[in-house]
């Protein structure tokens, strides 16, 4: 096991260090807080909506640890909601989980405005190490290589977009195989009476960062940023009858009233729902052309059922 974290330690470190970024997008979450760590100095990015959120309490604790150079936006309610249509059309997406990645444009557009061209992000931890709780019943031996071989974040998509390089050490090749490489059994663990997501990766840096840094709980960035509030500001200003109209005539199956109105913007900035191609089939969602193989529908969100 100490074998197993020091190479995780050596492969991130290298990963990092051959990286070049000049800042991080800094939740304050375990992932960020390891790059942050292993970054010392760098400029730290952090993205809440005005009002909401907890990540920056985490990111405040641990900025004043590592003596980054912490820069938090504060993002308003009505900012977030007149840049949806750019999200939008930049991920040719409706999917509901776009307060996410309205969340990291928000933290990228903050790097921009700050004069860096490069950032490191968190990406892809979670995938290798199992960290989101859906995976604690999963088969994480056959289930962990077939997602990392179609793995794909919206933060290097907005980063082109906003003339930002987005970097991902987690994603460095040399870890991604060593990672995969590690049982599952020490990726998902008790510790103290509760289950543990990342384990392994908790316990490589146990005695380098805070323990409630270490051992805090799983946070999407929506929510920590507080930009998931969006979902239900956004449903008040559709009716009940309007949602229902809508869900027996578009032909798409909205899972919440804010993914009505991410679709009429859709449709309004970006167009036509994509058709298959040969060699797709059309998503059980919304008709969009995906791989059989797919769990998820990039246009609108849609997700296979895990067993």
């Known amino acids: 096991m ?17 990286s070049g970024a000049e800042g991080i997008l800094f939740s304050g979450g375990l992932d960020t807080s390891i790059l942050a760590l292993l970054t010392p100095g760098i400029p730290a990015l952090n993205i809440k909506l005005a009002g909401y959120g907890e990540d920056s309490h985490y990111a405040e604790l641990l900025a004043k640890r590592l003596s980054l150079k912490l ?13 949806i249509p750019r999200v939008i059309k930049m991920l040719n997406s409706f999917d509901p989980a776009l307060p996410n990645d309205l969340a990291i444009f928000f933290a990228l557009k903050k790097a921009s405005e700050e004069g860096l061209t490069s950032v ?14 859906y995976m604690f019943d999963l088969d994480l031996s056959k289930y962990l290589p077939e997602l990392c071989s179609r793995m794909r974040f919206s933060a290097g998509i907005l980063g082109s977009h906003l003339g930002i390089k987005v970097i991902q050490p987690f994603l460095d090749e040399s870890l991604v195989n060593f990672a995969l490489s590690i049982s599952p059994s020490l990726k998902i663990r008790d510790e103290n009476g509760q ?10 840096f ?21 930009f998931t509030e969006l979902h239900g500001i956004i449903g008040a200003g559709i009716s009940d009858a309007d949602f229902a109209r809508a869900k027996s005539s578009y032909g798409v199956d909205f899972l919440s009233k804010d993914h009505l109105f991410y679709y009429r913007i859709y449709r309004e900035v970006v167009g036509e729902i994509p058709l298959p191609k040969a060699g797709e089939i059309a998503c059980p969602g919304c008709g969009a052309g995906i791989l059989t193989s797919s769990y998820h529908c990039r246009t609108c969100g849609w997700s296979r059922k895990l067993r």
């Not at 289950?195 to 490589?204: E, P, S, T, V």
Request: hydrophobic share 35%; proline share 4%; no cysteine.
């Open 2 to 18: 100490e074998a197993i974290s020091e190479e995780i330690r050596s492969r991130l470190k290298e990963a990092v260090t051959t």
């Open 71 to 83: 820069h938090v936006e504060r993002v308003n309610v009505e900012d977030a909601l007149e840049t």
């Open 120 to 133: 490191i992000t968190g990406d892809g931890a979670d995938e290798l190490f199992a960290g989101y709780s």
């Open 195 to 204: 289950k543990y997501g990342k384990w392994i990766l908790r316990h490589a």
């Open 206 to 226: 146990a005695g380098y960062l805070p323990p409630e840094i270490i051992w805090q709980s799983k946070r999407p960035i929506e929510t920590g940023s507080g």
